[in-house]
């Protein structure tokens, strides 16, 4: 898929350079990546347990730019996106098949040289219950960080605000499943602080943040109004938490939301209640969240 890909950027700077009339030395079409970007990449990957070998092509003084999982800018040859999620989640029939092709390990700070870096998939995958590492806030031109379901735990440092390039946020967890594993008996002191993640105040602050995923996080009492400052946001999911109580008027600001998934929490205002909050969405954009409201309201028990 990755070679795929790559074949595709040749072909596409293929038309672009006809098109242009630019003419090219020795046919030689692929800028291969820099070598320090290659150096972050091998020493990230030294630091990875990655028991079913995903990253083999990881290797040698080889151009990167045709490894696994690594994008790089078909013009300048910087890594631009690393595709590292796991396939296979561990919601899937064979666990052990989840297990094998998880990456695990440390995340190592050489990834702080690889300065072009905008896509950063490692969804999916098994880090152990470590914290999500806060460097990852000085990656300044991250647009889309994907750690769903990667078994992070802890909190979520406030570093992650410094990313004001950041469009998509994901940060699913199904830590309970982790929990419900490892029985009560094993619930250390740490498993159960660490499992308990808040919903930062930095993060309202990330005003062009347009995705931003907090399924099963164990976040509770009540969504704050500050919900109403994401004005970027359109896909907002905040499902299965343990939210409760009233919903923010402010809630009513998130008029271009094409997904506002509230539902499997503690809301106890009625649809009505809600709707008449609602102010400043034109009729169109009303009406399409009036079906999430609806939805949110018949999945509350
Ligand atoms: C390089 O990739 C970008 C985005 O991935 C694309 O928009 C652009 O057309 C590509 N340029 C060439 C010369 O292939
Ligand atoms: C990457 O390219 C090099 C040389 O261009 C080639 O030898 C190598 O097999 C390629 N690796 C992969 C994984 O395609
Ligand atoms: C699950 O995957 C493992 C590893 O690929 C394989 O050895 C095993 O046979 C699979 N089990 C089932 C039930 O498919
Ligand atoms: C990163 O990896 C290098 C090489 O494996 C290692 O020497 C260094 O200690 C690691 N740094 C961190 C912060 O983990
Ligand atoms: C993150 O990855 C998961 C699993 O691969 C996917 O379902 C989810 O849509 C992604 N989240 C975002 C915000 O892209
Ligand atoms: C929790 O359970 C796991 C696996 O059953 C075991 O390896 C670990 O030692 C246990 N931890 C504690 C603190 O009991
Ligand atoms: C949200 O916006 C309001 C009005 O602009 C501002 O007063 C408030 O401080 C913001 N909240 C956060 C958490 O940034
Ligand atoms: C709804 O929740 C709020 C805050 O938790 C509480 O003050 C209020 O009494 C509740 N209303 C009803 C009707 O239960």
């Known amino acids: ?6 074949i595709v950027s040749v072909f596409r700077f293929l038309s672009i ?5 630019i003419s090219l030395c020795n046919g030689n079409l692929g800028v291969p990546c820099e070598q320090n970007e290659r150096q972050a990449l091998l020493m990230f990957k030294q630091d990875l347990k990655d028991p079913s070998n995903r990253l083999l092509s990881w290797v040698g003084e080889g151009d990167c730019c045709n490894w696994t999982g690594v994008v790089c800018d078909n013009l300048t040859g910087h890594v631009r996106e690393l595709h590292l999620g796991n396939y ?14 998880s990456l695990g390990g440390k995340v190592n700070t050489s990834l702080l040289n690889l300065k072009h870096l905008s896509y950063m998939d490692l969804s999916n995958n098994d880090f152990g219950g470590i914290q999500i590492p806060s460097f990852l806030g000085s990656l300044k ?9 990667s078994k992070f735990a802890g909190i979520i440092p406030h570093q992650l605000g410094n990313l004001l390039s950041l469009r998509s946020l994901g940060l699913r967890s199904k830590s309970y499943y982790i929990l419900d594993e490892v029985g009560v008996a094993n619930m250390t002191r740490l498993k159960v602080v ?3 993640w808040n919903i ?14 907090l399924y099963l996080n164990l976040l509770q ?8 400052n994401l004005t970027a946001i359109v896909n ?3 499902s299965a938490n343990q939210i409760e109580g009233k919903m923010p008027n402010s809630l009513g600001n998130l008029c271009k939301s094409t997904v506002l998934d509230l539902s499997r929490n503690y809301f106890n205002r009625s649809v009505s209640e809600i709707l008449g909050s609602l102010s400043g969405c034109s009729s169109g954009q009303m009406e399409s969240l009036k079906q999430m409201i609806f939805q949110v309201h018949y999945l509350i028990s």
Not at 200 to 213: F, K
Request: with cysteine; aromatic share 12%.
């Open 200 to 213: 930062p105040q930095w993060l309202y602050t990330c005003s062009n943040l347009e995705s931003l995923s």
């Open 141 to 149: 031109s991250l647009r889309y960080l994907n750690l769903s379901d």
């Open 88 to 101: 296979y989640s561990d919601e899937y029939l064979n666990y052990s098949l989840y297990q094998e092709s």
């Open 194 to 196: 660490n499992l308990r």
């Open 236 to 238: 907002l999911d905040l």
């Open 1 to 6: 898929m990755d070679k795929a890909m790559r």
């Open 221 to 228: 009492g009540e969504i704050s109004s500050s919900t109403g």
């Open 17 to 21: 350079a006809t098109i242009t009339t």
